[in-house]
T-cell receptor, first 116, second 113 residues
Framework: DQQVKQNSPSLSVQEGRISILNCDYT??????FLWYKKYPAEGPTFLIS?????DKNEDGRFTVFLNKSAKHLSLHIVPSQPGDSAVYFC???????????????FGKGTLLTVNP | KAGVTQTPRYLIKTRGQQVTLSCSPI?????VSWYQQTPGQGLQFLFE???????NKGNFPGRFSGRQFSNSRSEMNVSTLELGDSALYLC????????????FGPGTRLTVL
């Protein structure tokens, strides 16, 4: 049962254009969402996050949108740069059924390629 | 501040062997989580240790185990290796709170022949 889904394994955009990476989730208990970026041979690095009480969070060229009713979040990168080419992981956090421990669940990732 | 370190970076083992991977978290971080990354499954959560105790566990067989030491360093052990265990094993550290950013190490690439 995949609770966090990134349905597009890859995305290709032109430099300067907008990149939109999508993520859907099924667990309504998720209350914190994060995006990580991963280059080959490196561990994922944190990019941006959003709490479930917000619907938008912006950090420079990166904006994350959360639509709780649709259980959908997206990452917008504007303008896209060749250095943004990487695998992007969506992650969601929730406390377990006992309410004492949280767990981070990752999607499978989307490979973004920004062409010069 | 030094980042998360993992050793070794690469390992080649044969089926049936066991392997131990090591992770040193960022200084001051008390939580260490382990993940398995494979091309088809993305990042899958193995377990989390906080203050030397396993706090969370994913859906992996008992062949996968771990521990955490008093200095927060963590080890992960896989016994009776199978071909399907070939993957990138990542550890991440946080201070231990739910909204903390996880800081990942570079990973250990395990190949099982």
């Amino acid at each position: 049962d995949q609770q966090v889904k990134q349905n597009s394994p890859s995305l290709s955009v032109q430099e300067g254009r907008i990149s939109i990476l999508n993520c859907d989730y099924t667990n309504s208990m998720f209350d914190y969402f994060l995006w990580y970026k991963k280059y080959p041979a490196e561990g994922p690095t944190f990019l941006i996050s959003i709490s479930s009480i917000k619907d938008k969070n912006e950090d420079g060229r990166f904006t994350v949108f959360l639509n709780k009713s649709a259980k959908h979040l997206s990452l917008h990168i504007v303008p896209s740069q060749p250095g943004d080419s990487a695998v992007y992981f969506c992650a969601a956090s929730a406390f377990d059924s006992g309410g004492s421990n949280y767990k981070l669940t990752f999607g499978k990732g989307t490979l973004l390629t920004v062409n010069p | 501040k030094a980042g998360v370190t993992q050793t070794p970076r690469y390992l080649i083992k044969t089926r049936g062997q066991q392997v131990t991977l090591s992770c040193s978290p960022i200084s001051g971080h008390r939580s260490v989580s382990w993940y398995q990354q494979t091309p088809g499954q993305g990042l899958q959560f193995l377990f989390e240790y906080f203050s030397e105790t396993q706090r969370n566990k994913g859906n992996f067989p008992g062949r996968f185990s771990g521990r955490q030491f008093s200095n927060s360093r963590s080890e992960m052990n896989v016994s009776t290796l199978e071909l399907g265990d070939s993957a990138l094993y990542l550890c991440a550290s946080t201070q231990g709170f739910s909204t903390d950013t996880q800081y990942f190490g570079p990973g250990t690439r395990l190949t099982v022949l």
